[in-house]
């Protein structure tokens, strides 16, 4: 039996390690050397990079319809906090720089979390849907992915209409699990976010158009029975595309997939692993 962390002892112990990781990255941000990107501007950049809209009231499993309604209130009072901002060449991209963090007394609701991979709730819960749709986006760009974390190992719900590769998601607790990107080109970016009564909406613009198309695909995906277990499987590919000639510049392995099933897997196609 291997030997628990210190977070795993008790309530207590889990809270003093999170006031020790919040309180380094607070430590970090202030004294490290990341230029973090905090000016923005109503005046959207002219050129629209990628776009995406992403339903906000989704089937989840048996997932409490009213923590998808608290849903809807928790993204539309973080949205405005994000919405213009501009990423200047050399600056980074950080997600609760700008959002802070999130409490009852700033308007925010319960709703839906991953705790210990398994679904919960808690104050301000939905906000990992607002950086699965920026990291979206920014995968169709050559901006630098510098933290992003997975729910790794995985598969909480069914597919339910999905529009994106299972695998392309995120993983945010404030303000120690971050989402960050950096800016190294010679332009600026800018993130165009809101709401409306049904969906989660962005927009990355620029100044320039990219002179590459990035596409983002899933590849050999089933489902495997391995020891009783069911998992998830398949692989996640980038491929960069040049605009001018139509010629494949790369293609790259981003994801592999091997994410333990947690919903009832009785109507799936599996194939079985000895």
């Avoid at 060449?89 to 210990?116: C, H, M, Q």
């Avoid at 809101?194 to 983002?216: F, N, Q, S, W």
Wanted: aromatic residues 10%; glycine residues 6%.
């Amino acid at each position: 039996m291997s030997r628990k962390l210190f977070c795993e002892l008790s309530p207590v112990t889990y809270k003093i390690s999170t006031w020790k990781c919040r309180i380094c990255r607070h430590l970090q941000n202030i004294f490290g050397k990341e230029n973090i990107a905090s000016d923005k501007s109503s005046a959207k950049l002219p050129v629209i990079i990628y776009k995406h809209n992403s339903l906000i009231r989704r089937t989840l499993g048996n997932v409490n319809t009213e923590l998808q309604e608290n849903k809807a209130i928790n993204l539309s009072i973080a949205a405005p906090k994000i919405n213009g901002i501009l990423i200047r060449p050399g600056e980074v991209f950080s997600f609760w720089t700008l959002v802070k963090k999130t409490s009852k007394a700033k308007g925010y609701r319960t709703g839906l979390t991953i705790d210990n991979e398994t679904p919960s709730s808690g104050i301000g819960g939905g906000m990992c849907q607002m950086t699965n749709l920026i990291h979206w986006m920014i995968l169709h760009t050559p901006l630098e992915i510098t933290e992003h974390h997975h729910h790794d190992g995985f598969d909480l719900f069914p597919d339910f209409n999905r529009q994106v590769p299972f695998g392309t998601g995120t993983s945010i607790v404030y303000n120690y699990l971050d989402y960050r990107f950096k800016n190294n080109t010679d332009q600026t970016f800018q993130l165009i976010i809101y709401v409306t009564d049904t969906h989660l909406c962005g927009e990355l613009r620029a100044e320039h158009p990219l002179d590459i198309k990035y596409h983002i695909s899933a590849e050999e995906e089933f489902f495997s029975r391995e020891s009783g277990v069911v998992y998830r499987n398949g692989k996640v590919i980038r491929t960069c595309v040049d605009k001018k000639t139509g010629n494949t510049i790369s293609r790259k392995l981003i994801r592999k997939n091997h994410a333990k099933v947690m919903y009832d897997s009785s109507n799936l196609e599996i194939q079985e692993v000895n």
